[in-house]
């Protein structure tokens, strides 16, 4: 199998860098597989104190990867399939390590629920936003629950409606990303370096403590949200969907 996230190991930071441009870093069950294979060996080396999200290429993530998903058989595989997000998020939540996004490209539709599960993001002067599930014929279900704890209520309902497009400094001020900076990489290292003065336990403990409600609502609506997302993805609109956007023609809603 390809490597399509890279690990290393620089002191007391692990990276991971989705490493995946043919499809612009899109969400396949492969890379979603990887990435979370990542974040445990990351929590497993013990002079690590904190993991930088990062990403190869002009995209962070693409959201799901559609070819793949549209030739997908329905039911089970669907279910299975999303499952694999939902249990990356928690992943990323519940890890006893801080978790900083670097985010310096476009992020679409289910990337942003990676977003929404880091701690701390850092956007660059290239980064765009979009929630863009609704223009397929599905909907942000499962990100959903890494998404609405961080944006404002106001935000969310135009954002998850209209699928527009919006830039770093308009991420910081609805709180999906923590701040927006020109020197991306810099102002990463600087955050990685006061968070590893931290003690293993002191920084575990105080980063439980900022997840627990979010891990609450998770757990409550996990499963739910797992199988609407799976039946959305098979239904006869988001098939319509997913083609005309592979073909770059407008679909033709039955509705």
């Known amino acids: 199998m ?12 692990a990276r991971l860098t989705l490493d995946s441009p043919h499809n612009r870093n899109a969400l396949s069950t492969a890379l979603v597989e990887q990435l979370h294979a990542g974040f445990d060996q990351a929590a497993a080396h013990p002079g690590v104190r904190t993991v930088v999200l990062d990403h190869t290429g002009g995209t962070f993530c693409a959201g799901a990867d559609l070819s793949e998903a549209a030739g997908r058989d329905p039911g ?5 399939r999303a499952r694999e997000m939902t249990t990356l ?16 490209g476009h992020v679409r539709a289910g990337g942003l629920g990676l977003v929404g599960a880091c701690d701390v993001v ?21 990100i959903s629950l890494t998404l609405l704890p961080k944006m404002t209520a106001r935000s969310a309902g135009r954002y998850f409606v209209t699928g527009e497009r919006f ?10 990303v923590t701040l927006a900076a020109e020197d991306v990489q ?3 290292a600087a955050l990685a370096a006061e968070i590893a003065k931290g003690s293993p336990q002191g920084l575990a403990t105080s980063k439980a403590l900022t997840t627990a ?13 797992t199988q609407q ?8 609109e988001a098939r319509e969907g997913m083609l005309a956007f592979l073909q770059k023609r407008p679909p033709n809603w039955a509705g």
Do not use: K, Q
Request: charge should be negative; charged fraction near 25%; aromatic fraction near 4%.
């Open 2 to 13: 390809a490597d399509l996230v890279r690990f290393e190991v620089d002191g007391p930071v």
């Open 122 to 142: 850092v956007a660059g002067p290239a980064s765009t936003f979009a929630l863009t599930e609704a223009r397929i014929g599905v909907a942000p279900s499962i």
């Open 213 to 225: 409600s979010i891990l609450r609502e998770f757990d409550g609506r996990a499963e739910e949200l």
């Open 167 to 176: 830039g770093p400094e308009e991420a910081a001020a609805i709180g999906l």
């Open 229 to 236: 997302s799976a039946r959305l993805f098979v239904s006869d």
């Open 186 to 188: 810099a102002t990463v």
């Open 89 to 104: 998020l928690r992943a990323i939540l519940e890890s006893p390590l801080p978790v900083i996004g670097v985010i310096d």
């Open 76 to 80: 089970d595989l669907a279910v299975d």
